[in-house]
Nanobody, 126 residues
Framework: QVQLVESGGGLVQAGGSLRLSCIAS????????MGWVRQPPGKEREFVAGISWSGGSTYYADSVKGRFTISRDNAKNTVYLQMNSLKPEDTAVYYC???????????????????WGQGTQVTVSS
């Protein structure tokens, strides 16, 4: 059974930084692309970033490009999201997500994931 456990959320002022972590278990982590999605209050869930199984390919939503960086450590079964220059509109519950093994490259949409974590709250104050 796949388990994805996020950590690192919290309250930060606009312009600040946070790093989210997600530890995965249940599948061969190094064989699966990973990503992050978020759900702002009162809105639909949206794609944030994706990374290929090797870490060699990444993809970002336009809204976070240049501010967020996704990375992974396959030896630790962990994927990260470094968030810099945070804005109030980044406030959301952030979810770690895993793609099926057959996916080649970095995920670029919500539909490419088949497992999700429970989420971690990120709140950016103005």
């Amino acid at each position: 059974q796949v388990q994805l456990v996020e950590s690192g959320g919290g309250l930060v002022q606009a312009g600040g930084s946070l790093r989210l972590s997600c530890i995965a278990s249940g599948r061969t982590f190094s064989s699966n692309a990973m990503g992050w999605v978020r759900q702002p209050p009162g809105k639909e869930r949206e794609f944030v970033a994706g990374i290929s199984w090797s870490g060699g390919s990444t993809y970002y939503a336009d809204s976070v490009k240049g501010r967020f960086t996704i990375s992974r450590d396959n030896a630790k079964n962990t994927v990260y999201l470094q968030m810099n220059s945070l804005k109030p509109e980044d406030t959301a519950v952030y979810y770690c997500a895993e793609a099926p093994r057959y996916l080649v490259g970095a995920p670029s949409s919500l539909e490419e994931f088949d497992y999700w974590g429970q989420g971690t709250q990120v709140t950016v104050s103005s």
